[in-house]
């Protein structure tokens, strides 16, 4: 039997800076926390936490907490994730005396730049993503008028911009490259006056590639990442309509191999963009060792 680890499975770039500059913050001594958790990653998150760095869970939570007197400003720092927040939050830290520490991923601050400037100049964004993720929610607070979020190609079969309106398309870093081009072709037949950016992150983008090709290959499909993850989700669904045998596993404890048909030839391992190393060696020898 033939263990085959996609080359893309684990941590991003993007997620990968964020959570190493995290630990870069850890040695100034300062108090460190971070604008919701780092990665969607529990061991990272646990890791983070024994180390004393906390997470700020909510903008009320951020609101709730004791302005620093102007003496001690500095003193505590609030490190950005990879996902990006909205304007106004980098406002709020600075008000509190915070140091704000930006580790939004570039890719994501390439977006935030897009639909402030396109929305300034008078443009309704329409950003294909989840509405309710952080990145999206994140995007839309750059925008600095109209937006919608579009779920999927019925909710663009379902919109109808205002007369004369101008449209830019953008999308969420890891939306489905078919649904996002599937968009832009209903778009294109009701023939809109818009703008289109494919922003979808080049990592996510090949990460699904391989995944796919692993998967239409493979007996056994093994997919590592956090419940919470939205890009462990998406590899999921694309290897399940692959193959049929495909799980998703948190941590090694989730794999049980006496579910795992033995004549299978060849097991495919891939993870999400918040998935530690360390978390694929361990699946990756356990299969190797126990099938
Ligand atoms: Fe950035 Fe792409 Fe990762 S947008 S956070 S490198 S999935």
Same mark, same amino acid.
């Given at each position: 039997?033939?263990?085959?680890?996609?080359?893309?499975? @684990? &941590?991003? &770039?993007?997620?990968?800076?964020?959570?190493?500059?995290?630990?870069?913050?850890? /040695?100034? @001594?300062?108090?460190?926390?971070?604008?919701?958790?780092?990665? %969607?990653?529990?061991?990272?998150?646990?890791?983070?936490?024994?180390?004393?760095?906390?997470?700020?869970?909510?903008?009320?939570?951020?609101?709730?907490?004791?302005?620093?007197?102007?003496?001690?400003?500095?003193?505590?720092?609030?490190?950005?994730?990879?996902? +990006?927040?909205?304007?106004?939050?980098?406002?709020?830290?600075?008000? /509190? +005396?915070?140091? =704000?520490?930006?580790?939004? =991923?570039?890719?994501?601050?390439?977006?935030?730049?897009?639909?402030?400037?396109?929305?300034?100049?008078?443009? %309704?964004?329409?950003?294909?993503?989840?509405?309710?993720?952080?990145?999206?929610?994140?995007?839309?607070?750059? =925008?600095? @008028?109209?937006?919608?979020?579009?779920?999927?190609?019925?909710?663009?079969?379902?919109?109808?911009?205002?007369?004369?309106?101008?449209? =830019?398309?953008?999308?969420?870093?890891?939306?489905?490259?078919? /649904?996002?081009? %599937?968009?832009?072709?209903?778009?294109?037949?009701?023939?809109?006056?818009?703008?289109?950016?494919?922003?979808?992150?080049?990592?996510?983008?090949?990460?699904?590639?391989?995944?796919?090709?692993?998967?239409?290959?493979?007996?056994?499909?093994?997919?590592? +990442?956090?419940?919470?993850?939205?890009?462990?989700?998406?590899?999921?669904?694309?290897?399940? @309509?692959?193959?049929?045998?495909?799980?998703?596993?948190?941590?090694?404890?989730?794999?049980?191999?006496?579910?795992?048909? /033995?004549?299978?030839?060849?097991?495919?391992?891939?993870?999400?963009?918040?998935?530690?190393?360390?978390?694929?060696?361990?699946?990756?020898?356990?299969?190797?060792?126990? &099938?």
């Amino acid at each position: 039997m033939e263990v085959r680890l996609a080359k893309t499975a @684990g &941590f991003c &770039f993007g997620v990968k800076r964020a959570v190493d500059t995290v630990y870069e913050q850890i /040695k100034t @001594g300062k108090t460190i926390y971070t604008y919701g958790p780092i990665a %969607h990653n529990e061991a990272v998150v646990r890791d983070l936490e024994e180390k004393g760095v906390r997470v700020i869970e909510s903008r009320r939570e951020l609101e709730r907490m004791q302005e620093l007197p102007p003496e001690r400003a500095g003193e505590v720092v609030v490190v950005i994730r990879a996902h +990006g927040v909205p304007r106004e939050i980098y406002e709020l830290i600075r008000e /509190k +005396g915070f140091v =704000c520490v930006d580790a939004t =991923c570039p890719s994501v601050r390439r977006i935030h730049r897009i639909a402030e400037r396109e929305s300034l100049a008078g443009k %309704h964004i329409l950003i294909a993503g989840n509405p309710v993720h952080p990145e999206v929610e994140g995007i839309v607070g750059w =925008c600095r @008028g109209p937006v919608t979020v579009l779920e999927s190609p019925e909710d663009a079969e379902k919109y109808a911009p205002l007369e004369g309106e101008n449209l =830019c398309l953008l999308s969420q870093t890891t939306y489905n490259y078919k /649904k996002f081009q %599937h968009i832009v072709e209903i778009f294109q037949k009701k023939g809109y006056n818009d703008i289109v950016v494919n922003t979808i992150c080049n990592a996510t983008e090949k990460s699904q590639a391989e995944a796919r090709a692993i998967a239409a290959q493979a007996d056994i499909m093994i997919v590592i +990442g956090g419940r919470h993850s939205s890009n462990t989700a998406k590899l999921y669904e694309i290897c399940r @309509g692959e193959c049929e045998h495909t799980y998703f596993i948190q941590t090694l404890d989730d794999l049980h191999l006496e579910e795992i048909p /033995k004549s299978a030839r060849l097991v495919g391992i891939t993870a999400g963009a918040s998935t530690p190393n360390k978390l694929i060696e361990e699946v990756q020898n356990y299969v190797r060792v126990n &099938f």
